[in-house]
């Protein structure tokens, strides 16, 4: 499987899998579970480690034996290459908003 040309090739859920990542330091599946569902909604089982799967398909997450019974995953320079034109994106549009604030302030 080839890698997304861009995030807007990824679900929404695959993306903000990509951020938590990103904030982590090579965590087990739990630990991604455990972030998502503290902040935003608890994520079944299937739904968390099937998208992991895709993303280390598409080589934007690698995963690895962190011991016996779990594993690790860790955004890849693709991933991370793949979240900085997001970011990129998102600052040009969201530019205008701090001046609009400003305006209304």
């Not at 499987?1 to 599946?29: E, I, K, N």
Request: glycine fraction near 8%.
């Amino acid at each position: 499987m080839g890698s997304p040309t861009s995030v807007f090739d990824l679900s929404a859920f695959q993306r903000d899998l990509l951020y938590v990542l990103a904030g982590l330091d090579r965590p087990s599946g739990q630990t991604v579970s455990r972030t998502l569902t503290e902040e935003m909604a608890h994520v079944g089982h299937g739904q968390l480690y099937s998208n992991l799967d895709v993303l280390v398909e598409y080589g934007l997450v690698e995963k690895g034996a962190k011991n016996q019974r779990a594993n690790f995953y860790e955004l890849t320079d693709a991933g991370a290459d793949l979240l900085r034109a997001r970011r990129e994106w998102e600052d040009r549009y969201l530019r205008s908003l701090s001046t609009i604030e400003v305006c209304q302030g």
